[in-house]
């Protein structure tokens, strides 16, 4: 199989990046475009593979496909290269708002089409990724494509219903478990802690009880009562959080998420 990405920008060099260390695909396996050279040379130095400034070399080298540039540019890309696109084509779109039905109907013609919706710890490998498929996917090719996004995170397949749930509650809230470690880190430093370090201790208790939460299985409220001492510091803490109303705003945040995705 050789893996074509239009575009390679953060995301998508996390994505191979992912699949290289990995082992799932070698580096003559992949092919990339950028459109700058710039961009070109900078996917060289870092993942060695193939690379070209042409869109429509991508497509006719590649048997699948990864439309890995922003939103608003699927629509001038697509219209580039659709005329190379044949039935030996597997397209996968990774961006929000971009319908299985609307690909299919940009590319003029019946495809394999899945969608991937990955976020950036899948350049460390953390990555998880919503993935639905159209009805043209055959079995292998839902196991390829789910090898594939497996090699930087973990994957779930989803109905398409549901991936605009996906861009916000692991597309977008990255950025908000981000800002939680910046304040945590922020209060801690006020208390005397030198910033490095408490950023250490920010981060490592974020990733601590994620893996609780996964490995565990117990509800995210349960494991919360187990620190919560009668009248301790945590329970303090928390009466804080639900005057200052903490679920709210997470919930209001990623439901804005949600519909600004559905708008794109």
Same mark, same amino acid.
């Given at each position: 199989m050789k893996l074509g990405f239009i575009g390679c920008g953060n995301m998508g060099t996390a994505m191979i990046g992912g699949i290289l260390k990995k082992g799932t695909l070698k580096k003559e396996d992949i092919i990339v475009s950028h459109l700058t050279e710039a961009g070109a040379e900078r996917s060289r130095k870092l993942l060695g593979v193939a690379v070209t400034l042409d869109n429509r070399e991508v497509v006719k080298s590649a048997s699948v496909i990864v439309l890995a540039v922003k939103p608003q540019f699927y629509e001038e890309v697509i219209g580039q290269v659709k005329e190379f696109f044949t039935p030996e084509h597997l397209i996968i779109g990774i961006a929000p708002g971009k319908t299985m039905s609307w690909l299919e109907e940009q590319c003029g013609q019946p495809?394999?089409?899945?969608?991937?919706?990955?976020?950036?710890?899948?350049? $460390?490998?953390?990555?998880?990724?919503?993935?639905? $498929?159209?009805?043209?996917?055959?079995?292998?090719?839902?196991?390829?494509?789910?090898?594939?996004?497996?090699?930087?995170?973990?994957?779930?397949? $989803?109905?398409?219903?549901?991936?605009?749930a996906v861009v916000a509650v692991s597309g977008s809230s990255p950025a908000f478990v981000f800002m939680f470690i910046e304040a945590m880190a922020d209060a801690a430093v006020a208390q005397g802690m030198p910033r490095k370090q408490a950023y250490s201790f920010a981060a490592q208790a974020v990733l601590g009880s994620a893996r609780l939460v996964l490995e565990t299985g117990l509800h995210p409220g349960e494991l919360k009562d187990m620190v919560c001492s009668p009248a301790g510091t945590t329970i303090e803490g928390v009466r804080v959080l639900e005057k200052a109303g903490m679920r709210s705003a997470v919930f209001e945040a990623l439901t804005s998420c949600a519909e600004k995705g559905k708008r794109m």
């Open positions: 495809l394999r089409i899945a969608r991937f919706m990955p976020n950036t710890p899948a350049k $460390v490998g953390e990555g998880m990724t919503g993935m639905c $498929v159209n009805e043209r996917m055959s079995d292998e090719d839902i196991r390829i494509v789910k090898e594939l996004a497996d090699s930087f995170g973990r994957t779930e397949i $989803v109905p398409e219903r549901l991936m605009d």
